[in-house]
């Protein structure tokens, strides 16, 4: 079964929604990166919705979710997950966010951790690096100048290391990208350029997982620095990845993830006993 549809946040906006799975099942819920729709999780819906309700949204200014006015804050993109849970009266998922889908998930947990079983962070991280304002302010006036196709242009081959030029997925990540709202992306600067939810970690007692790509920087070594202190926190590279491993290497992302929520069932069936 799939359902999709557009869930009216309270301030009047839309967000673009896909359900996939069957009614009754536990839920997945996943949030994209920036520049990134809903599609980026298509490899992830088709393994898992068998077993799983699989929930897919656009986050505020992105595919086709409605463009907010003016600059946001992961507060307010915390607060559009929590309202995209109670609109699909999801009491308890399972959290999946990639890249800034991470301090997304973080707020939301931060104002309803009981909405929360498991959380699962892929590239990304509870706070941003020092010195970042510069690069989003530059990468911001790019998309106003020069439009989204530049910034599709150079940012899609960067999070794909190794994808040859003329590879299918380079230039659906290319379209992807451009497709993105010139507006819902400066707004999402706003929110990158300089945030702390560490606060949070000490709250996230549930089941974790961290994912990163092999080839993605110094984002495993950050992501292990900043969750590691999570009780129980397992940590996981997929091989040849870059930025977006669920999106690039999807078949050793979804063997990490199906593990994952294999290996951690049984502890949420005894939780509700």
């Given at each position: 079964?799939?359902?999709?549809?557009?869930?009216?946040?309270?301030?009047?906006?839309?967000?673009?929604?896909?359900?996939?799975?069957p009614?009754?099942?536990?839920?997945?819920?996943?949030?994209?990166?920036?520049?990134?729709?809903?599609?980026?999780?298509?490899?992830?819906?088709?393994?898992?919705?068998s077993?799983?309700?699989?929930?897919?949204?656009?986050q505020?200014?992105?595919?086709?979710?409605?463009?907010t006015?003016?600059?946001?804050?992961?507060?307010g993109?915390g607060?559009?997950?929590?309202a995209?849970l109670?609109?699909?009266?999801?009491?308890?998922?399972?959290?999946?966010?990639?890249?800034?889908?991470?301090?997304?998930?973080?707020?939301?947990?931060?104002?309803?951790?009981?909405?929360?079983?498991?959380?699962?962070?892929v590239?990304?991280v509870?706070?941003?690096?020092?010195?970042r304002?510069?690069?989003?302010?530059?990468?911001?006036?790019?998309?106003?100048d020069?439009?989204?196709?530049?910034?599709?242009?150079?940012?899609?081959?960067?999070?794909m290391?190794?994808?040859?030029?003329?590879?299918?997925?380079?230039?659906?990540l290319?379209?992807?990208?451009?497709?993105?709202?010139?507006?819902?992306f400066?707004?999402?600067?706003?929110?990158?350029?300089?945030?702390?939810?560490?606060?949070?970690?000490?709250?996230?007692?549930?089941?974790?997982?961290?994912?990163?790509?092999?080839?993605?920087?110094?984002?495993?070594?950050?992501?292990?620095?900043?969750?590691?202190?999570v009780?129980?926190?397992?940590?996981?590279?997929?091989?040849?990845?870059?930025?977006?491993?669920?999106?690039?290497?999807?078949?050793?992302f979804?063997?990490a993830?199906s593990?994952?929520?294999?290996?951690?069932?049984?502890?949420?069936?005894?939780?509700?006993?």
């Amino acid at each position: 079964m799939t359902d999709s549809r557009h869930i009216t946040l309270p301030d009047g906006l839309r967000l673009n929604t896909r359900v996939d799975g069957p009614e009754g099942a536990p839920c997945l819920v996943f949030s994209n990166s920036v520049l990134t729709d809903l599609s980026v999780w298509d490899a992830q819906a088709k393994a898992l919705s068998s077993d799983y309700r699989v929930i897919r949204y656009d986050q505020r200014g992105h595919g086709g979710s409605d463009v907010t006015e003016g600059a946001m804050d992961f507060i307010g993109y915390g607060a559009d997950l929590v309202a995209l849970l109670d609109a699909l009266g999801i009491a308890r998922c399972t959290f999946i966010g990639l890249s800034m889908g991470v301090p997304t998930g973080l707020a939301a947990h931060a104002a309803a951790p009981d909405r929360f079983e498991r959380f699962v962070v892929v590239d990304g991280v509870s706070r941003s690096a020092p010195g970042r304002e510069a690069f989003w302010g530059e990468r911001r006036d790019t998309a106003r100048d020069a439009g989204m196709e530049e910034i599709a242009i150079s940012t899609a081959p960067r999070w794909m290391p190794g994808t040859a030029e003329d590879a299918p997925e380079l230039a659906r990540l290319i379209e992807m990208v451009a497709a993105t709202p010139v507006e819902g992306f400066a707004a999402a600067t706003h929110a990158l350029a300089s945030y702390d939810h560490s606060d949070v970690l000490p709250s996230l007692a549930l089941p974790f997982l961290g994912i990163t790509g092999e080839k993605d920087g110094a984002m495993p070594e950050a992501v292990r620095k900043q969750f590691g202190a999570v009780p129980g926190a397992q940590f996981t590279d997929i091989p040849g990845a870059g930025h977006l491993p669920n999106f690039q290497n999807p078949d050793a992302f979804n063997t990490a993830l199906s593990a994952f929520l294999a290996a951690t069932a049984q502890d949420l069936i005894k939780e509700t006993r």
